[in-house]
Nanobody
Framework: QVQLVESGGGLVQAGGSLRLSCAAS????????MGWFRQAPGKEREFVAA????????YYADSVKGRFAISRDNAKNTVYLQMNSLKPEDTAVYYC?????????????WGQGTQVTVSS
């Protein structure tokens, strides 16, 4: 079982930056693919970014490409989402997820989410 705890959300003005962190329990973190998802009010949860087990491959939704960056530190059991040039439409609850495959596909574990609010 893997437990994921997100942090770093908050209120920021449009154009600003935030860095989300996701701390994972367990000794198998380094073998998991990881992802970030978000869900805005009244909308379905959507994919934001993902990273493979070693950090050598990253994937992004078109809506965040060039503004967001996913990274991981396997020594700290943590994955990050650096969010720059934030827009009001980035407002959502952001969720961290872990996939038991090294290259993330389906996700097996989810965090509780952290709120990101971008004001115009």
């Amino acid at each position: 079982q893997v437990q994921l705890v997100e942090s770093g959300g908050g209120l920021v003005q449009a154009g600003g930056s935030l860095r989300l962190s996701c701390a994972a329990s367990g000794r198998t973190f380094s073998s998991y693919g990881m992802g970030w998802f978000r869900q805005a009010p009244g909308k379905e949860r959507e994919f934001v970014a993902a990273i493979n087990w070693s950090g050598t491959s990253t994937y992004y939704a078109d809506s965040v490409k060039g503004r967001f960056a996913i990274s991981r530190d396997n020594a700290k059991n943590t994955v990050y989402l650096q969010m720059n040039s934030l827009k009001p439409e980035d407002t959502a609850v952001y969720y961290c997820a872990a996939s038991r495959t090294r290259y993330p596909s389906e996700y097996d574990y989810w965090g509780q989410g952290t709120q990101v609010t971008v004001s115009s």
